[in-house]
């Protein structure tokens, strides 16, 4: 006999459980609408700081490649060309290191979406699929979940996010 917990639960069109299914099987098996919300991510690109700072040394191994080779190099010149170098490895630290920071406060920013994501993803496990109705409905509340709110419920890190781009911007 199966317990009461792992039954199916009805339908609220149908009153029938034969083809009900959980949000999980029913993405899986085609319905895109029963899709679950995105996971919250953040998307800093480094590339260009990093780029930009590759290069600056690259050209600095090259001047300094080329000057000793040509052997040209009086003591002042070297004195004044070290002095260069050393201001452009820390200038090119200070840009790394303030790319890096980018990530971490993107990362940051990502993690506080993650209650909302978890509470959404919490709410859209407890979902069940019909497929004789083609509708989405909660087992607790007997009621059909409309494509407006589960289109709500998937975009529910997205409202996080710009809350915080607001709050963000009046900090300013």
Avoid at 27 to 43: E, F, I, L
Avoid at 76 to 98: E, N, P, R
Wanted: proline residues 5%.
């Amino acid at each position: 006999m199966a317990s009461a917990e792992n039954s199916t639960p009805t339908c609220p069109v149908c009153h029938r459980s034969d083809l009900v299914k959980t949000t999980q099987a029913a993405y899986s098996s085609g319905v895109a609408r029963c899709a679950p919300p995105d996971m919250p991510t953040r998307n800093i690109s480094m590339i260009p700081y990093i780029g930009a700072c590759v290069v600056l040394i690259g050209i600095l191994v090259f001047m300094i490649i080329v000057l000793v080779a040509s052997g040209g190099m009086t003591t002042s010149l070297m004195g004044i060309f070290l002095s260069v170098t050393i201001v452009c490895i820390i200038g090119v630290l200070a840009v790394s290191f303030y790319s890096f920071q980018r990530v971490v406060q993107g990362d940051a920013e990502t993690t506080l979406q993650f209650p909302a994501w978890d509470s959404a993803m919490a709410t859209w496990r407890s979902l069940y699929y019909c497929s004789r109705d083609d509708v989405v409905f909660d087992p607790q509340a007997t009621k059909v979940v409309t494509n407006e709110q589960l289109a709500a419920l998937r975009a529910s890190g997205e409202k996080v996010d710009q809350k915080l781009q607001q709050s963000a911007l009046a900090s300013h």
